[in-house]
């Protein structure tokens, strides 16, 4: 006899069933899809939202004219990888590849995920491995909501962390617009 705590529901949520009622959602709670499970995302202190509101408008500003266009955190982010899909509400994100999708983007060129201690240990580890799997995806750069920090991931160099805080700029070179790290929290 097969012990119930080791059996998986049945049956699995498809992403297109996950789809079909996240996109259909009128309630505030969004949720995020990991190969057939489905998550509900804690909701988002103040700070959190200044800090990701401040670079969606400096993006948004930045991009104006261009080909490029940054995203909220409502736009999903798609991950597929043979049969490992995945769907993410990046805190904010930027697509400079034609997208087909009313919903999510496939090849965002950045991402943005702002730290809280209820995610941190998911964005640095989960987040970070399927992010990179994106192949347009030049950087993805985690931001304190606490203090004046922000780490950056870099194809480029392999992936390897750079951080960057208070007084120091920093370049997002994949839409080559530099920052002073401290304005993203005056």
Known sequence: MTNPAFVLPDPIVTPEAYLLLENDNNTETRHEYVNGLVYAMTGTSRDHNRISGRLYVRLSQHLQGTRCEPFQSDMKVRIQR?????????????????????????????????????????????????????????????????????????????????????????????????????????
């Open 82 to 186: 043979g049969s490992d899909v995945r769907f993410y509400y990046p805190d904010v994100q930027v697509a400079c590849e034609e997208e087909t999708d009313r919903y999510y983007n496939e090849q965002p060129c950045l991402i943005v995920e702002v730290l809280s201690d209820s995610t941190q240990r998911t964005d640095r580890t989960e987040k970070l491995m399927a992010y990179q799997t994106i192949d347009r995806l030049q950087e993805y750069v985690l931001l304190s909501q606490d203090s004046p920090y922000l780490e950056i991931y870099r194809r480029r160099s392999d992936w390897q962390r750079e951080s960057f805080s208070e007084k120091q700029t920093v370049t997002l070179e994949s839409i080559d617009l530099t920052l002073v790290v401290e304005e993203l929290y005056l």
